[in-house]
């Protein structure tokens, strides 16, 4: 059964960003909505960066441009890049039950997206590793996590999101751009709005459009409303864990950092110190989607205290595989690049 939670209400109460996020944890772990099927959308109501789980915020947010224009950061569960949303994002999230998840399975939940999109006359496609696309340019990304037997799939739609903003907040690897074949976050992304005939056509139209496929493709289908009890719950969630600096920034600066991107895979960062020619405070970052925490762990444990030595390092990132990404050829790059940022600080 697919359970739909209106949000259509709600709008006031996404004006405290970290309420998303606190939202999709909450409902991944509520006992009442246990094994059933859940979807919702929501409308940021405040220009937004949120980092992926395992993102260097550092590396990632143009922090200058964020304090000038009154635009707000938050971190969210799940893995993927960074993405900067405003009120002419309209986000999309599903939940569902499944065991350990390996690969998502993003085409399944956006099967109604392009069916939708698709009676628009708008020619998108599931492109990469998570996104979608229209003639080249990316308009949403989806992002996944997964808490026990309960997996989260989520994504963004650029419907009329301000993309000068996106283009200064954002700062991407060169790397990853570089593989893209652009210049700038401006020049890679694009708003659905541009190719929606209907100049009345709205992003509340958007929204109807895409549950009525949904329908279509779930004979059980109910509508539901989180109660103000539940809300309170999720508020307290957000304050407690979203908004605080340590879980937004961590507590891990760093001297150096060197990353790269990876076609089909994402990308990959370590920021560590040295310490009498030895690494030390090794943080593991990127755009990782399907790792767990305790993998991240062990590798930067064992990465601190190794000498600054390219074979050693390179045999430690052999021994890992996150998200497909430390394979020989890229423990190769990263720990030459590690040693090399060394020797030329």
Request: hydrophobic content about 35%; overall charge negative; glycine content about 6%.
């Amino acid at each position: 059964m697919m359970l739909y939670l209106d949000m259509s209400d709600e709008r006031a109460r996404f004006k405290d960003p970290v309420v998303p996020e606190a939202l999709a944890e909450y409902l991944q772990k509520a006992p009442r909505y246990k094994d059933q099927e859940l979807l919702y959308f929501y409308h940021p109501e405040v220009p937004t960066v949120i980092v992926g789980h395992y993102q260097d915020v550092y590396h990632e947010v143009n922090f200058p441009y964020l304090n000038e224009n009154g635009i707000k950061l938050v971190r969210r569960n799940s893995g993927g890049g960074a993405v900067f949303i405003d009120p002419g994002d309209l986000t999309y999230v599903y939940i569902d039950t499944a065991k350990k998840v390996k690969t998502p399975k993003f085409s399944h939940y956006i099967s109604p997206i392009l069916k939708a999109l698709a009676s628009l006359g708008i020619p998108a496609k599931e492109t990469g590793r998570n996104d979608l696309t229209v003639n080249g340019k990316k308009f949403s990304g989806m992002s996944f996590s997964q808490i026990e037997d309960r997996v989260l799939y989520g994504g963004t739609l650029m419907f009329d999101v301000n993309l000068e903003m996106a283009n200064h907040a954002l700062t991407p690897s060169k790397s990853k751009l570089a593989d893209k074949g652009v210049r700038s976050v401006k020049s890679r992304v694009t708003n659905l709005r541009e190719y929606i005939k209907q100049s009345n056509f709205s992003i509340d139209d958007l929204r109807d459009l895409i549950l009525s496929y949904v329908q279509k493709e779930n004979e059980n289908f109910n509508v539901s409303r989180l109660s103000e009890t539940e809300w309170q719950q999720i508020h307290e969630l957000g304050q407690q864990k979203f908004a605080t600096k340590k879980w937004i920034y961590g507590s891990n600066l760093t001297n150096y950092y060197v990353d790269s991107y990876y076609h089909g895979i994402g990308s990959i960062g370590i920021a560590f110190n040295t310490t009498d020619g030895r690494l030390s405070d090794v943080k593991i970052s990127g755009d990782l989607m399907v790792i767990s925490q305790e993998t991240v762990d062990q590798l930067q444990n064992e990465l601190d205290g190794c000498k600054v030595n390219q074979d050693d390092i390179e045999l430690i990132l052999e021994k890992y595989n996150l998200d497909g990404s430390i394979k020989p050829g890229t423990a190769r790059q990263l720990a030459e690049k590690i040693v090399t940022e060394v020797q030329n600080k």
